[in-house]
Each structure stands twice: as C-alpha cells, then as structure tokens.
C-alpha cells in the first residue's frame, strides 16, 4: 500500500510539473517537498502575473494624453465664493448672434454674423504666469494662426491679408505660453479681431503686459477682452463683406482676491498716453457693449491707482 501510495504521488507530481529527487525518503518526505514545490511556483505564477498587470497599467497610463493639473483645477472654488466657470461666463445681449465655445483655457463668445468674438474670458494664476515666463516656455514662433474647423463662420487665416489690419487677439499669447493647447487653441481664428496694427503692437500690448503682471502681483485675476462695435461697421475679408471691423475694444479686470476690477476702452486706432485715459467703471463698459459680467465684479469703480 505505501509503495502504491509512492507511485501515485510521484505520478501525481510529474502530471503538475513538480520535480522530486531521484530518492525518496517516507511519505511525509515525499508530501512535504512536493507541497513546497507547488506553493513555490503558484508563488512565482502570482508574481508574474502581478508584475504584468502592473506592467500594463504602466504602460496604459502612460499611453494616455498629458492632462494639466494646473488647468484641471483652475475652474474650482474662488475665494470669491464663486467657481472660475460661473465667474468666465457672460451675458451677451438678445438679439446678437453668439456661439460658445469652450476651449481648454479660454471662453469664447463668437459672434457668426460678424466672424469676430463677442468677448473672449479666461482666467489668470500667478502660477500660470510663472510658467509662461520660464525658460523653455512656449514660443509664438512656433504657433500659426488657424481656422477652427468645428466652428462654421470661423474665418481663415488669409482673410486678413491686404486688409490693414492685424489679426488682433483677444486672449493674448503671452497669457497662454504655459501650455501646449492653451497656445494652440489661442491662435485660432474665433481669437481674433481685425485691430490697428499700431494699437495692436504699442498701446494694447503695454496693457496686456500689465494685466500679466498684476496676475503674478494678486494671484489670481479674471480677464474679459472683446471689440465694441459701431452701428454700420466697416468690413474685411472674403469679397470685402465677411468680417467685422471694430470701433474700439474694451478689457475688464477682476481680482478676486482682492475684490477689484476696472474697465479699458480703446479706440481701434493707434491710442498714445497713459492707461489712465483709456479707465473705465466695468458698468461704462456694460454700457458701451451691452454684455453682462457676473454680478461679482464691483461695477462702479476706476481706480488705476489701485493697480500700478
């Protein structure tokens, strides 16, 4: 019986794959090696097994595209008490033609009837800002202006050429230097106004560099640019008749934090002088526009002092 018992437990063994000496020892000698060998290769099966999940989900997570974390938390609570998209979103006036879109770090408010935004929103972190000006940041030159092909009226690039005028963003590139999309998304054409190449290059752009700065300075700001339209506006672009040219454009800043905004208005038109000439309440440009900005911002104050 015990030599039978020998046999089957050997047979037994060399069915699983096990590997037993050429000599055998009593039963007990026979169980107890064999029982370690099976617990050692189920040991080492389990592993193997382990470390090729683990493998794979390495290699799933890394074939996933790149998500900001800065950007996925920059729509949370303000201090304001007020979320980042509740404090982006405007009201454009009834009538107006608008669309909305959404892109990773700006919001567009696109007019189809004029090819040209209604007002463009984003929001502004000192952190943001610290990355835009890092070394290694990214460059303009390596960014052209685009047609977004989601959006139908969206005007291309040539359009603008012969025209005069520059292709005028409302959401600056030195705002969007700290994220690849961000800089893409800003260069496409529902960014863009046809603004005076002069006021495009001196005066609007010291205020975008000041805007930029104040950003570092309070942490965190709110930031809304679009054109102010006449009543029979000049027009460029394909047959002369597509898209429409501005009498001014307007700029309202608003820090949470701090619980400041202030208003600009400039001529689309070359603008010398200081930025205290261009000040306006954020309810003139309410006014001037006919948009509605959240009831958080304090509409009725202008100080530039308060900002320099």
């Not at 800002?129 to 009226?153: I, T």
Request: hydrophobic share 35%.
């Amino acid at each position: 019986m015990k030599h039978f018992l020998k046999i089957w437990i050997l047979v037994a063994a060399m069915v699983m794959g096990g590997a037993l000496p050429p000599q055998l020892v009593g039963d007990n000698a026979i169980t107890t090696q064999w029982s370690a060998q099976a617990k050692s290769k189920k040991k080492k099966h389990k592993n193997k097994h382990k470390n090729k999940s683990k493998s794979k989900s390495k290699r799933e997570k890394a074939s996933l595209p790149a998500k900001s974390s800065l950007y996925s938390n920059s729509y949370q609570s303000s201090p304001s008490g007020k979320s980042s998209s509740s404090l982006i979103a405007v009201s454009i006036p009834r009538g107006v033609s608008n669309q909305v879109i959404n892109y990773q770090s700006i919001r567009v408010n696109f007019n189809p009837s004029f090819r040209i935004p209604n007002c463009v929103a984003y929001e502004l972190t000192a952190t943001m800002v610290d990355m835009a000006d890092a070394p290694g940041h990214e460059s303009r030159k390596s960014y052209n202006y685009a047609r977004d092909a989601s959006v139908k009226a969206c005007p291309e690039n040539w359009e603008y050429r012969g025209s005069g005028y520059s292709r005028g963003h409302m959401a600056p590139a030195m705002d969007m230097r700290w994220d690849k999309t961000a800089m893409a998304q800003c260069f496409y054409m529902t960014n863009m106004c046809p603004q005076d190449i002069k006021l495009n290059n001196d005066h609007w752009r010291n205020l975008e560099e000041k805007v930029h700065r104040w950003a570092k300075r309070d942490k965190r700001l709110i930031v809304y640019t679009g054109p102010i339209m006449g009543k029979s506006p000049k027009k460029i672009g394909k047959n002369k008749a597509n898209i429409a040219v501005p009498d001014a454009f307007f700029k309202v800043i608003y820090a949470p934090s701090q619980g400041r905004a202030i208003g600009f208005i400039y001529p689309n038109s070359p603008c010398p002088g200081a930025i205290s000439k261009y000040a306006v309440t954020v309810a003139e440009v309410e006014r001037r526009t006919g948009i509605t900005f959240p009831s958080a911002l304090p509409k009725h104050q202008c100080q530039v002092a308060d900002w320099e």
